[in-house]
């Protein structure tokens, strides 16, 4: 990744709030640029820059951990009531800071069922889960918060450790047929390397405050479990339709297959000109593989 035009700087210290799959991601390559990166989590960690933050407790974080914060990346999903964990409780210290920019993983479940159609972000987002309505909330507290803040929109999310070879080495694959059905999705190195360009390119780029990070091809997830199948030089299991294998389903992964959308990344890719690595699951999937 190129360095020389880069609006960061070792004079920059990131906060990256719910280090999970995503946030260790960014936080690995964001420290490599050479920025000072510190770490959330509900649980202490013996790595010396990770610092413990929960919304559901009344501890909040040591203000120190707040000096000379300029970018904060917040990774956590909207907590039981509804409410964005991270506004809840830190608005006020995070509003307090000289931020330059306070970056939002959302989800492309606010665009709803657009039945197979192309969504992209100047569609009005038109949730029907009750999760994403409450998303949907979030975006806009964010973006009504007063801080300098960008929204993701982010499709499946997978990678190494996190891909459907992890489902079939735990048995946990379950190979669906739904006509029609296909989900888009980003491997975890664009979510990472897509947000590092928009903030490296941040002066000469058009700033967008809604972006969806999504790759070139949204398929069926049987194409994806077929092409696993093949690497991995094993017979698929033979496909279930959707209506006999629904009544199996746990109701939140019944609603997955309620809603069938393709979601464009013409905003991030062609008009801010972001190159994606992986842009199809086959190139991701093999990312995976190799490193699984
Ligand atoms: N997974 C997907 O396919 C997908 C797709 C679209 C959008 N998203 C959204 O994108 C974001 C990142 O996804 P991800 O899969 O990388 O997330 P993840 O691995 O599940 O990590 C979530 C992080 O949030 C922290 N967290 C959760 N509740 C919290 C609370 N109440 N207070 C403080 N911290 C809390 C977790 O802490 P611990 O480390 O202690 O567990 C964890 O570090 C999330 O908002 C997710 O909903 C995910």
């Given at each position: ?12 210290k ?8 995503s ?5 690995k390559?964001i420290r490599e ?7 959330s989590s509900r ?7 990770s610092?413990?933050?929960?919304s ?7 203000k120190k951990i707040?000096?000379?914060v ?5 990774c956590?999903?909207?907590?039981k009531?509804?409410?964005d964990?991270v506004?809840k ?5 995070l509003?307090?800071l ?14 709803g ?7 992209s972000e100047i569609?009005?987002?038109n949730p029907?889960q009750?999760r994403?309505?409450t ?17 993701f ?5 997978y990678?190494p450790?996190?891909?459907s070879?992890d489902?079939i080495?735990n048995?946990?694959?379950r190979?669906?047929s739904?006509k029609d059905?296909v989900f888009s ?8 390397n897509?947000?590092?360009?928009l903030l490296?390119n941040?002066n000469?780029l058009?700033?967008?405050q809604i972006?969806n990070i999504?790759d ?15 690497l991995?030089?094993?017979p698929?299991?033979?496909?279930i ?9 746990s109701?939140?992964a ?13 905003l ?11 842009k ?6 093999k ?6």
């Open positions: 990744m190129k360095n020389h035009a880069s609006s960061l700087s070792n004079k920059n990131f906060l990256i709030l719910g280090c999970g799959f946030g260790s991601f960014f936080a390559k640029l050479g920025c000072t990166v510190l770490t649980s202490e960690k013996k790595d010396p820059d610092f413990v933050f929960n559901e407790s009344d501890m909040v974080p040591n707040f000096d000379g300029t970018h904060v990346l917040s956590i999903p909207p907590d009531n509804g409410n964990p506004l409780r830190l608005k006020n210290q509003k307090s000289p931020l330059e920019w306070a970056g939002y993983l959302s989800t492309t479940g606010v665009y069922d657009t039945e197979g159609d192309w969504v569609d009005k987002p029907i009750k994403s309505h998303r949907l909330n979030c975006e806009k507290e964010w973006i009504e918060s007063g801080l300098p803040a960008q929204i929109r982010l499709p499946g999310i990678g450790g996190r891909s070879f489902a080495k048995k946990k694959i190979v669906i739904k059905q999705r980003i491997h975890v190195s664009d979510i990472t897509a947000i590092i360009y490296q941040k000469s058009k700033f967008c972006i999504a070139d091809e949204p398929c069926s997830q049987i194409e994806v479990i077929q092409y696993c199948y093949d991995l030089d094993l698929m299991p033979k496909p339709l959707f209506e006999d294998a629904k009544k199996e389903l109701p939140i019944q609603s997955f297959w309620i809603e069938n959308r393709r979601v464009s990344n013409k991030l890719c062609e008009t801010l000109g972001y190159k994606l690595i992986y199809n699951y086959k190139l991701g999937l990312n995976c593989y190799l490193n699984s």
